[in-house]
Structure formats: C-alpha cells, structure tokens
C-alpha cells in the first residue's frame, strides 16, 4: 500500500512518495517511525514488511512514481532501464517506454513524467491527474484520500503564489512528510492504512530530475511558559548516491538504508558532518493546542549549525542551533492566535 501525490502550484511540479511496503503473511519489520521490530498488523489485514522507493529517477529525464506491487514496478522500472539511452536528446519518441509501460498488471498503478526541451510530460497508468483551485495534483494509492484531506483542512499550506523554480511545492509536500512522520511516531496515523515509515520528494529542474536531501524533520512541544522541549522522534533523510539513508534519533539513534531500484550502490565514507539543506519544524502549542510548522531551506554554501555526524553511513551524533529553534518557538506562540499556520525561509 502507498501513498504517492503530485502537485504543482501554477509552476513546476512536485511528487511526495511514503517508502512503507505491507504483505498478506505476518512478519517483524525495523521502520522509522516504530520503536520496536515487531508484527504490525493494518486494517486490511495486511502487515508492514519494510521499506521501498516509489520515486524512481530511471534516467535524469524520467521518474517513475509507482503504487501497488513493488515486484511488479521493480520488473518495469528495471526493463525501462535496459532499453532507455542516457539522454533525452537520444530517445527519438515515447514507443519504447509505452510498449513496457503497456504491460503493467492490474494491481500496479503509476506515473511516468518525462522532462523534454519545453515542459514536464506526465503519463499515467490507471491513474489522472485533476484540477482544484488551479493547482494540478495527482494521487496514487490507498493514502490517497487522507492527502486529499488534508490538503482540503489545511489551505495554509498551499500559498497563492508560486516561485519560478518551484520551491513553494516542494515546501508543502515537505510539509506533509513532516507532519505524518511526527504523528506516525506519536499516534501511528496512516500506518492503519498501510503507508508512511518515511517520505521522499522529487522535482525537476533544468538538469532533470533530482530528489530533496540532506532534510531534518523535528518536531516541538511549546509549553505555557513559552519553552521548547523534544516532542519526539527526529528524523535525518539523505542520498549516497541513489541509495537513501533514512535515520532516526531521539530517542535511539538508527539508520535505514532504502536502495534504489536503479544505479550502482553507493559507497559509504568512512567519517562524514552533513549539513541540513532542509530543515522542518512542528510546534504542538500547548496553551492553544495549535499546530505551527517552519521551513527553513538553506542551500549548501550556506550551511547552518545544525550538523549530523555519520561513521560508515550510521549515525553517531548531531548539533543543534538551538538560537534558532528558541526564535521559531516564540514566533509558534504569537501565530498560534491564528490557529494552524505554516512559514517558508530561506537562510
């Protein structure tokens, strides 16, 4: 089961994908967003059985959002890799991509999108893209409905805007992910249902297709006396490679490595100090019980304190600006008032 949506604010598009896999026959899975390696049983019946891409990058002009059978969009996505050439510019039509495309079995749903010279082309398999309030979104599997739910509750999330590059998207969906690993770690909300465990986003750019790394997920409890204290697990998403490095930490500090279904595996560094390129805040205000989320994005020449330590692709250790969260905490309280609220920066 999945949750996989596409959404585009006026401008350049943006795809949010869980990494959750379930099946029939009971069985212990290790997941971010559990505490203990154990059977989970979701409401079809089904159990958690680990963790897989479902944003593909086959080749810097194609990625393949997928939901359904994970070995039968493995066998697409690896024959779409046999066949297609390196570039764009060499493919000369969409026959070879539709004749495998064409052969996906019932049960298997997916969006090919293509970067050509012009535009972003979408394809669909048993899916559509639809229109609300001139934003474009596209939605696959059995999350499909609590995304569009929430997109309904929340119209602060979505601005009335877009930036040319696309970046308001990518915020929202960063959002979302934000939001459901907190609430999957606290009350296990769309684990029922089969998906979440992590999130990933891709985006085009000029240079093809490329995914959101380097992004630290927190999540905050504000006091009545204005003070910030850890409301619960933190998370640290990263890509060696193609290969993404999913970690977990207070409390207990774990990585999940989630392999691509294309590319070489990555060679892990020995020692490694990573800077958040991304950076995620949920503020639960306890006077008000409001709900303020903060994005912060930071671009690597401009790295931030905040810094996560890894040995041999685990990790090991973390700093904190603590300046900076104090700051956005304050700032919950005062938009509290207004209820739900969320804010984009750029460092």
Known sequence: MTLVAGLSIGGMPAFVGDLLLSWRLK???????RNEDAPYECADGQYIAGLA????????????????????????????DKVLPDREAELHGYDVAFEILNTCAEGTELVALFITEKSVRPFGVRTRGFELDNRRIYLLGSGAAEFFEYLQQH???????ETPDGIAARAALLRFASQSLVFQWKVQTGLEHAWGGGFEIAYPTREGFKKIGNTLFRAWLVDEGGISHSSGRSFFSRYCAQDLHLSCFAPGDQTHIIPSLVGERALVPEFESVHPEWTLDTYFIKSTGAIVDFARY????????????????ELVGWAMDREYVEQCARRAVVSSARGRSFEISRY
């Open 27 to 33: 069985t212990g899975a290790s997941i971010p967003t």
């Open 53 to 80: 891409q479902k944003l593909v990058i086959v080749r810097a002009y194609l990625l393949v959002a997928w939901s359904g059978t994970y070995s039968e969009a493995r066998r697409l996505i690896q024959e779409l």
């Open 155 to 161: 119209a602060e999330v979505l601005p009335a805007q």
């Open 298 to 313: 930071h671009p690597p020449h401009r790295p931030v304190k905040d810094v996560m330590r890894f040995a041999k692709g």
